[in-house]
């Protein structure tokens, strides 16, 4: 199955600063790139997602970059504010439906 | 994107005994699934409730532990049986939606057995 290394584990910035979180994936196969913002006692949401036939997709200050050689994908957050703070999850997936979560990113914004 | 409510959201139970847990879509899919996510962890995929069919079953987990329904294409049930403080975790339902494989996921249940 696929194996998801995620980093960091925690990650604590002050607001107006980036944050960047990277997942490695080690199934060559992998087709599907999401990102998933977990916020205290809701469900995961689905933040951005990218495919395999592009390199990089943002939303505002949300940007995903994929690296399909290296077989690592990074979210990359801008101007963080206090909102952003949340647990980040990736989930890359390859032919079937699966996808594979990370262990998560607990990110704190400092005001 | 899809809306989707889980019943109950919380719930406090009594080792030995079962809870069924409810998940509604808000429109026809396909594809649902079940997620567990124990305290501080990541999510673990417990089953893909098939309409229709038995539902498939991830390495880990059986049906005698964790029945699943899908009478129809809005509509699944989990539940879980004979419960022990181990099973104390988050249970989420997701579905997958257009274009392909994006998954939505429900506001989760919450289950404490004591």
């Known amino acids: 199955g696929e194996n998801v290394e995620q980093h960091p584990s925690t990650l604590s910035v002050q607001e107006g600063d980036s944050a960047v979180i990277k997942c490695t994936y080690s199934?060559?196969?992998?087709?599907?790139f999401p990102w998933y913002k977990q916020e205290l006692g809701k469900g995961p949401q689905l933040i951005i997602d990218?495919?395999?036939?592009?390199g990089e997709k943002k939303d505002q200050r949300i940007a995903v970059t994929l690296n399909k050689t290296a077989k690592h994908f990074s979210l990359h957050i801008t101007e963080t504010q206090p909102e952003d703070s949340a647990v980040y999850f990736c989930?890359?997936?390859?032919?079937?439906?699966?996808?594979?979560f990370g262990a998560g990113t607990t990110v704190t914004v400092r005001a | 994107s899809a809306v989707i409510s889980q019943k109950p959201s919380r719930d406090i139970c009594q080792r030995g005994t079962s809870l069924t847990i409810q998940c509604q879509v808000d429109?026809?899919?396909?594809?649902m699934f079940w997620y567990r996510q124990q305290p501080g962890q990541s999510l673990t995929l417990i089953a893909t409730?098939?309409?229709?069919?038995?539902?498939?079953?991830e390495s880990g987990f059986v049906i005698d532990k964790f029945p699943i329904s899908r009478p129809n294409l809005t509509f699944s049930t989990l539940t879980v049986s004979n419960m022990s403080p181990e099973d104390s975790s988050i249970y989420l339902c997701?579905?997958?939606?257009?274009?392909?494989?994006?998954?939505?996921f429900g506001p989760g249940t919450r289950l404490l057995v004591l």
């Open positions: 409730a098939n309409q229709g069919s038995e539902a498939t079953y």
């Open positions: 997701s579905v997958e939606a257009p274009p392909g494989k994006t998954q939505y």
């Open positions: 199934d060559s196969a992998s087709n599907y």
């Open positions: 429109s026809q899919v396909t594809m």
């Open positions: 990218i495919r395999s036939n592009v």
């Open positions: 989930a890359p997936s390859s032919n079937d439906y699966k996808l594979s």
